[in-house]
């Protein structure tokens, strides 16, 4: 799940498996999310997004689950690579906000050869 | 493509200098913003701009300066350098203000910079 403090969660997988990736968001109203991917020393990369009236949506070997009962979003990768090795981080918004991005902290995915 | 160009890509500056961190784009994009990432947080808008001559201020403004004189420039300046602004900072670009899988958010690679 999303931390606040100073350690990013981490997550280490076997090349091959797949892996789940949570994410606790915090605002009932948002009705938009997105899961980007970012690589050491680069910027965040769009995933995959959701829109509130979805509960899932697939993309090419990623799949998000959206909970809206207990706020809670989900990142699943099939068959996770190498390169998929990187921080996850989930971001929400609602019309509220001026459409303005919160993000998540982040997890750290980790795939062992 | 360049895509979205940040530099420099490290700097560090002594309590009380200033500077400009820049920011181009090349994909015509109208919606520009600058985050800051720090360990453990998520990344926290700065300021943002919808068009060129048009900026407002996000979550975390103080101590920074932006101006949008062209489309494809967003540089953000700091005006009197802090330890506390150490951080990582992002450029974003997209078309609209809500990114989607069809025009997504498209951000630099970033620049590191250390306020001693």
């Known amino acids: 799940g999303e931390n606040v403090g100073l350690h990013l969660p981490t997550l280490s997988v076997q090349e091959g498996d797949n892996s789940i990736i949570n994410c606790a968001y915090s605002?009932?109203?948002?009705?938009?999310f997105i899961w980007y991917k970012q690589e050491s020393g680069k910027g965040p990369q769009f995933i995959i997004d959701?829109?509130?009236?979805?509960d899932k949506r697939q993309g090419q070997r990623v799949t998000v689950l959206l909970n809206k009962t207990v706020k809670h979003l989900s990142l699943q990768i099939a068959a996770t690579q190498p390169g998929d090795s990187a921080v996850y981080f989930c971001a929400e918004t609602f019309s509220g906000s001026a459409r303005q991005l919160t993000f998540g902290s982040g997890t750290q995915l980790t795939v062992l050869p | 493509n360049a895509g979205v160009t940040q530099t420099p890509k490290f700097q560090v500056l002594k309590t009380g200098q200033s500077m400009t961190l820049q920011c181009a784009q090349d994909m015509n994009h109208e919606y520009m913003s600058w985050y800051r990432q720090d360990p453990g947080m998520g990344l926290r808008l700065i300021h943002y701009?919808?068009?060129?001559?048009?900026?407002d201020q996000g979550e975390v403004p103080n101590g920074y300066n932006v101006s949008r004189s062209t489309t494809e420039d967003f540089p953000l300046r700091l005006l009197s350098a802090a330890p506390s602004q150490t951080s990582v900072y992002f450029c974003a670009s997209s078309y609209s203000r809500v990114a989607s899988s069809n025009q997504p958010q498209h951000f630099g690679d970033g620049t590191r910079l250390s306020i001693l």
């Open positions: 605002n009932s109203a948002s009705d938009y």
């Open positions: 701009s919808v068009g060129a001559g048009i900026t």
């Open positions: 959701i829109r509130s009236n979805m």
